[in-house]
C-alpha cells in the first residue's frame, strides 16, 4: 500500500473522501458530512470519536495509525461478507461500491434495512456467533438486575456511597432496549426534537447491561444543580465506573458505565463480557 497521507482539518483531495467513504460505511456518519473530498469540522467529529472507540489519542489528525485500524476495520467487514458468500472481491479495506452493494445485499436477505452501511443491527448479524442470544429483543428495565451481575453489584454499591453522603440518587435507565435507542437516535433526525444521542441500537452500552443512568432528587424533583452531579460523578469514578459528565461528545451527566475495556462493536462482533 503506498504511504497514505496525514489528513488534518482543511485537507481536500481523494485520499479525504476514502476517508469519508469508510467512515460512512462503518455507520459513523451520524453528523451527516458530505462524502466531497473536504475534512471540515463535521468529518473531524466522527474521527474523533472512532479514535476514542480505539482509545487513540483523540486529536482529530488522520496518520498512519488510525489510517491502519480503520482500513483493518473495513477488511474485516469485506472478509466477513466473502466469508457468507457476499463477495466483494480482495478486501482492501475500502468501502466502496462493490462493499456497499455487497452489504445491501446482505441486509435483503437479513431483513435489515437495506442502507448499505454496517449499522449495529447489520453488524451483530454479520459477526455474532451466538445466533442464540437474543439480547436486542430484551425490553428496557430500570431495575438493576437488569444489568450485567458486575455492573449490577457496582449500581448498589454507588447508591450506598451516595446514601451516606446525603445524596438522593434514583436510576432511571439500566437496560434500554434496542428499539428505545433506535428511537432517540431518530430524534432530531428523522422525527422531531434535538438530537439526544450518537448511539444507534446495539451501539450503546445500555443495551449491554452495562451502562445506567441516576437522577438527582432534591425536593421530590429531578436536580438541575451541576454541581451535585459532579459529586455524584466522582462518587461513581472512586467505584471504578467511567462517568458521562467526562464525555466528549455528548456530555451526559446522568450516565455512568463500566465496559471491562471493550468497545461495542466488540460486543457486536460476539465478545462476551467476562461474568
Ligand atoms: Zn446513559
Redesign the pocket.
Known sequence: MPELPTIRLGSTGEYVRLLQMNLNGLALNYNNFAINGTYDAKTMAVVKEFQDRFEMESNGIVEAHTWSILIEQVKHVQKQLNIHGYHVGYPDGWYRASTTSAVERFQQNHGLQPLGIVDPRTRRKLFNPHPQDTIEKRPSSNDLNSLHPHVAMLAKRFLELTRTHNIDVRIT?AFRSWDESDRLFAQGRTTPGPIVSNARGGDSY?NWGL?F?AALIENGQISNDIRKYFTMGHLGEQLGLKW?GTFKSIV?Y??FQYTFGLNTWDLLNGVIPPK
Request: charged letters at 25%; proline letters at 12%; hydrophobic letters at 10%.
Open positions: 435507565t445500555h451502562a443512568d458521562g451526559d446522568p450516565h
